[in-house]
Nanobody, 124 residues
Framework: QVQLVESGGGLVQAGGSLKLSCVAS????????MGWFRQAPGKEREFVAG????????IYAESVKGRFTISRDNAKNTVYLQMDDLKLEDTAVYYC?????????????????WGQGTQVIVSS
């Protein structure tokens, strides 16, 4: 079992930046790829970014490529999502998730632990 707690959400103007953090309750192992997902009102939860155990592999949704950066610090049991050049359509609740294996997959089915989410609101 692992609990995930996200933080860092808030209200930001379009073009601004936010950095989300996700702290795990126990040491992340080589079986724990990590990912970020988001869910906007009335929409399905969608993949944002994923990172492998050793940070050697990172993948991004097309909508955030070049603007968002996922990273992790295994010594701190923490995963980050740096979000730059935020757009109105980035408004959503952002969720951190721990994968069943060593890679940060884009499929929700590959994640078995989820945080409670942190709200990001981008205003014009």
């Amino acid at each position: 079992q692992v609990q995930l707690v996200e933080s860092g959400g808030g209200l930001v103007q379009a073009g601004g930046s936010l950095k989300l953090s996700c702290v795990a309750s126990r040491r992340l192992t080589s079986n724990n790829g990590m990912g970020w997902f988001r869910q906007a009102p009335g929409k399905e939860r969608e993949f944002v970014a994923g990172v492998s155990w050793n940070s050697g592999s990172k993948i991004y949704a097309e909508s955030v490529k070049g603007r968002f950066t996922i990273s992790r610090d295994n010594a701190k049991n923490t995963v980050y999502l740096q979000m730059d050049d935020l757009k109105l359509e980035d408004t959503a609740v952002y969720y951190c998730a721990a994968a069943r294996g060593p890679f940060g997959s884009s499929s929700r089915d590959n994640y078995n632990y989820w945080g409670q989410g942190t709200q990001v609101i981008v205003s014009s």
